[in-house]
């Protein structure tokens, strides 16, 4: 049954990889699990982006293989993942980019999700120029460069302005805003998923031609695509309290885990394993890249993984 389980869910991930379906809320799917008698089960969240993958895939071989438990895995955008969180419709989010109003919400007030640590990966959203453009123009470091060079970054999509290239609306963006409120000659125009902007980056880059993208960091993709950031005005506290006012840089933080209240205070070994999930920016981009790059399945490329890093997963099962 459990191998049954885990192609069923490897299909779910190929899925949302190739896809980028992370627009489609699941949150309404409950565990096909969730009747059965006496099972443990785990229901783990997932976003579209393959550093999310990497984290659930290690997490459930590990779930599966060292402790007996059978793990569901739901596909959902990052403030749906909330509310599922707090319902218990899932048990856990390993990887959190920052949502103060759900955490005040729900941590906070509520106190149906509790903190889960810290995941041991720092994230940080920011715009990118491929590092050959930005060898070519070395004048070009900061938001206050990129109108003169708005007609270098012109495609058919973004018509008479430059195109600042996103990935999903439903990801943790300031785009629109900052290209207001900054007063930038361009237009944010959404691949739709990680995915399709992955694909765009890499035929521009294959073609060597400029480009403008949100993006963020760690990324295995800065070792096929070498990129360089282009400074927004710095990060302040609280200078992204207005969407719509937004006019600063991203911030730069640990990410995150959260659990379920319940399954954190109950949920015995699977708790106890998850709340000590923690691994390097370079454990993360090596799992990422045998999936995105290199075509191996989630599972597969967990496998492998956990069959060299023993000493690091071993300090999690304690």
Same mark, same amino acid.
């Given at each position: ?26 949150? $309404? ?71 103060? %109003? ?5 941590? %906070? ?66 785009? $629109? ?46 070792? $096929? ?7 927004? /005005? ?8 207005? /969407? ?9 933080? /640990? ?47 967990? %496998? ?5 890093? %023993? ?8």
């Amino acid at each position: 049954m459990r191998r049954r389980t885990t192609s069923a869910v490897a299909g779910v991930f190929a899925l949302a990889l190739l896809t980028g379906c992370g627009a489609a809320d699941m949150t $309404k799917q409950a565990s096909p699990y969730a009747n059965a008698k006496g099972a443990r089960t785990v229901n783990l969240a997932v976003q579209s982006w393959v550093g999310s993958l990497a984290n659930v895939a290690v997490a459930q071989h590990l779930l599966e293989n060292e402790l007996g438990y059978r793990v569901d895995i739901v596909q959902v955008d990052e403030v749906p993942a909330w509310d599922a969180l707090s319902q218990g419709r899932v048990d856990a989010i390993l990887e959190d980019w920052g949502h103060p %109003e759900q955490e005040r919400l729900y941590v %906070e007030e509520k106190k149906t999700i509790a903190r889960g640590g810290d995941l041991g990966v720092t994230g940080h959203i920011g715009w990118f120029i491929p590092t050959y453009f930005a060898e070519q123009h070395p004048d070009l470091k900061s938001w206050k460069d990129l109108n003169k060079y708005a007609d270098r970054f012109r495609t058919a999509e973004s018509g008479g302005k430059g195109q600042l290239m996103d990935g999903s609306p439903a990801y943790l963006t300031h785009d $629109k805003a900052l290209v207001k409120n900054l007063e930038l000659d361009f237009k944010v125009v959404f691949a739709g998923s990680e995915a399709a902007l992955l694909t765009q980056i890499k035929q521009f880059a294959k073609e060597k031609k400029p480009f403008l993208t949100y993006w963020n960091t760690p990324h295995w993709l800065f070792q $096929k695509v070498p990129m360089t950031e282009v400074m927004l /005005p710095p990060y302040e506290e609280g200078c992204d309290a207005d /969407p719509a006012e937004v006019a600063c840089a991203y911030p730069t933080a /640990p990410l995150q885990k959260y659990l379920n209240a319940d399954f954190a205070r109950d949920g015995g070994e699977a708790a106890d394993f998850l709340k000590k999930f923690e691994w390097s920016t370079e454990d993360q981009n090596e799992v990422a890249l045998m999936i995105a790059d290199q075509k191996l399945t989630p599972q597969e490329a967990a %496998e492998k993984w956990v069959d060299g890093h %023993e000493p690091t997963w071993k300090k999690w099962l304690s």
